[in-house]
């Protein structure tokens, strides 16, 4: 399947600090999803970017699509408890597939 | 109330045995999906189907197999011939396979234990 590597692996936060989390590809993107999985749970859809150098915001997460359209960022501002979990990227290939990059498990310190 | 049922939530089968998991959803959705998510790692995709008794491979179907005679159905069978089993098993499914409606919408998964 297609491959988006996502950096870090590990995000450790102290509360109310912003972090940002990257999708990186090495081929050109039709478009990007965004999952976060909360602890013990299943992936909840956040977001879908299509456009070149498309920014949409909800609330304190800010998601960004590449200029290239190869990467893609995630970026939250004013860390909270709520934001423990992990997030994915998923890209869909020419066959249909989406597939999910490793995702990063971001933990707060409160 | 619309959703992905799962079943079972937690099973556990001796090795060599052959598994069935259940997905069912009731969002009248044309493509669904099973995944395999491993301690620590991402999503990686075991099956697809796009519509009804079509389905193709992801990108790790040996020692899978799938039906899909119903619209509102895809279950999973995990065979003996599956090498490592153990793992947490996630079904969704999306409007359309394509487009602007490809958000996948999962169940909350199935966790297998082979002993």
């Known amino acids: 399947g297609q491959q988006v590597m996502q950096i870090p692996q590990y995000q450790h936060v102290q509360e109310g600090e912003d972090f940002t989390t990257y999708c990186n590809s090495s081929t050109t993107l039709s478009n990007i999803q965004w999952y976060k999985q909360r602890p013990g749970g299943h992936p909840v859809f956040l977001i879908q970017l299509v456009k070149s150098g498309e920014v949409k915001k909800q609330k304190r997460l800010t998601f960004q699509f590449g200029e290239a359209k190869k990467n893609s960022s995630l970026h939250i501002t004013a860390t909270q408890t709520t934001d423990v979990g992990t997030y994915f990227c998923?890209?869909?290939?020419?066959?249909?597939?989406?597939?999910f990059g490793a995702g990063t498990t971001v933990t707060v310190r409160a | 109330d619309g959703g992905i049922t799962q079943s079972p939530k937690y099973l556990f089968r001796k090795e060599g045995q052959n598994v069935t998991l259940s997905c069912e959803q009731n969002l009248n959705h044309d493509a669904m999906y099973w995944y395999r998510q491993d301690p620590g790692q991402g999503l990686r995709l075991i099956y697809y189907?796009?519509?009804?008794?079509?389905?193709q491979k992801g990108d790790i179907a040996e020692g899978y197999s799938v039906s899909r005679e119903k619209k509102e159905s895809f279950p999973l069978t995990v065979t003996s011939a599956q090498k490592n089993p153990t793992a947490f098993y996630l079904c969704?499914?999306?409007?359309?396979?394509?487009?602007?409606?490809?958000?996948?919408?999962f169940g909350e998964g199935s966790r297998l234990t082979v002993l």
């Open positions: 189907s796009q519509i009804v008794n079509d389905f």
């Open positions: 969704a499914s999306s409007i359309a396979a394509t487009g602007p409606d490809g958000e996948l919408f």
């Open positions: 998923a890209v869909l290939s020419n066959d249909y597939k989406l597939s």
